[in-house]
């Protein structure tokens, strides 16, 4: 079997997580303590990859990371080459994807902890960044880490924007779900059951894992 | 010397217009019915909410003054703040939380001593009673050594005899220490007991006639009027 495209999937998984819930913890503690006119217009903003089509956010992406586009071309000054169908492309565009559905709940997991708790750190000295690692994120690391689960799977299975962006291209953008769709297109029915079949444990296990950490949070 | 304010602040039923004082060593004890405004006075005090206008003076340094748009944020106020319940670091001991902002490891031992908590000092928040928990929030407070002590009902939550004891406990350590002490409360015996002066406040102003109506005794023929027409009650076997 090959696992090339697993392998790529989990990178790009792994990648587009790690720095997702770098972005998104601060920004969603921005967002849960913070008030300012217009603040549901960009959060909704935001928020539209979750209610856009994947093939729409991908086109827009195509479009905004391609030769002429404003991302493309910045990227093509800063390291000498092409942004569209390359692995790096396809993380940047997870990453886009991805980040309503690693903000929300985070933001969720932060709207749970008792406003007072902040309010003592910062009577005990403690300004909001502190604040923010010695009191927000020990007291909802389980929140965070089951966000990060939901998005790793969610880029997993990524499969309209990957394409979009990416294309097919055998060990560089063609990850798992864009493997098997073209095992099935090309009549390789074992190999798109053997795919398929690769991703039940680790999905399985990886939702028993959110259950464990959300149950006792 | 010690704490001055004149703190002015609307509110969504009455405008809060007070102005007290605090001397060094002493406590101040803000009492008042329920929503009358005497929480957000002290969070006024601790900086957690902005006055609409007046002034905060701690010594020479001025917390608040509208006038020259200073609003030092609680971070700065170097402040002891006990909150009614649930403000310890869940994540944290009792000995996390003892000294989460403390200086000095020998103070925080002895506080924990003072208070009974050795024992429990390695025991998480939820794995105690409620009047350890708050307890431990005194503790917290004064292990930062701060320069002004602020409690917001801190023992309302718990049962009538451990209010006491805790009580006599704050009033016991409090005495020795040369800040002022700021205390609020709806409990008129515990006003009396912890202020060396008490504030009445109600819908947000003084109201020293409310404060004589509720220590001056009830009319008593008229509690023997009501006594009598009140049903006799009567158990058979």
């Given amino acids: 079997m ?49 209610a856009l089509p994947p093939t729409v956010i991908g086109f827009y992406l195509l479009y905004l990371m391609g030769p002429k586009g404003l991302a493309g071309q910045a990227w093509e000054n800063l390291f000498g080459g092409p942004l569209l169908f390359t692995f790096s492309g396809i993380v940047i565009a997870s990453i886009f994807y991805s980040l309503p559905f690693a903000v929300q709940p985070i933001k969720a997991s932060f709207e749970k902890i008792d406003p007072r708790l902040k309010e003592n750190a910062y009577v005990l000295g403690l300004s909001p960044i502190a604040t923010f690692f010695r009191v927000i994120i020990p007291n909802s690391i389980n929140g965070v880490a089951a966000a990060a689960i939901l998005v790793f799977l969610h880029t997993m ?15 560089e953008t063609r990850v798992a779900s864009i493997a098997i769709y073209e095992a099935v297109e090309s009549m390789q029915y074992e190999k798109a059951w053997l795919l398929s079949l690769a991703f039940i444990p680790i999905s399985y296990a990886f939702l028993l894992l959110v259950n464990r950490l959300t149950r006792k949070n | 010397m010690g704490l001055t304010a004149a703190l002015k602040k609307k509110t969504s039923f009455f405008t809060i217009d007070v102005e007290l004082s605090c001397p060094d060593g002493q406590t101040l004890a803000l009492i008042g019915p329920s929503g009358s405004g005497k929480t ?96 431990c ?52 015996t515990e006003a009396l007991f912890i202020g060396n002066t008490v504030l009445p406040i109600v819908a947000g102003s003084i109201d020293r006639e409310w404060m004589e109506r509720i220590v001056t005794p009830a009319d008593e023929a008229g509690l023997r009027q009501r006594a009598a027409r009140a049903p006799k009650l009567s158990l058979t076997y």
């Avoid at chain 1, 299975?157 to 060990?171: E, K």
């Avoid at chain 2, 701060?146 to 409090?174: C, G, H, M, W």
């Fill in chain 1, 157 to 171: 299975g990524a499969f309209g924007v990957v394409l979009m962006v990416g294309g097919s291209i055998a060990g």
């Fill in chain 2, 137 to 188: 929030a005194v503790c917290q407070a004064l292990a930062r050594n701060p320069q002004l002590l602020l409690l917001d009902e801190p023992f309302s939550a718990l049962d009538v005899v451990t209010r006491r004891i805790l009580r006599n406990e704050l009033k016991a350590i409090t005495e020795k220490r040369t800040f002022p002490v700021v205390y609020v409360t709806h409990d008129v």
């Fill in chain 1, 2 to 50: 090959e696992l090339l495209p697993l392998y790529l999937s989990a990178k790009l998984a792994t990648l587009a997580t790690a720095i997702l819930v770098v972005v998104a913890a601060p920004l969603a503690y921005f967002l849960v303590h913070s008030s300012w006119p217009g603040k549901s217009f960009v959060e909704a903003l935001f928020n539209l990859p979750i």
């Fill in chain 2, 40 to 135: 957000t006075i002290i969070r006024m005090l601790a900086g957690l909410v902005k006055p609409d206008g007046g002034y905060i003076r701690y010594r020479d340094e001025i917390l608040f003054d509208s006038a020259r748009g200073i609003h030092l944020p609680p971070q700065k106020r170097k402040l002891g703040y006990v909150f009614q319940d649930y403000t310890l670091f869940p994540h944290l001991t009792i000995y996390g939380n003892a000294a989460f902002a403390a200086r000095d490891r020998g103070e925080v031992d002895a506080l924990l001593d003072f208070f009974g908590l050795t024992a429990l000092r390695d025991r998480k928040p939820h794995e105690v009673s409620g009047g350890e928990r708050q307890r």
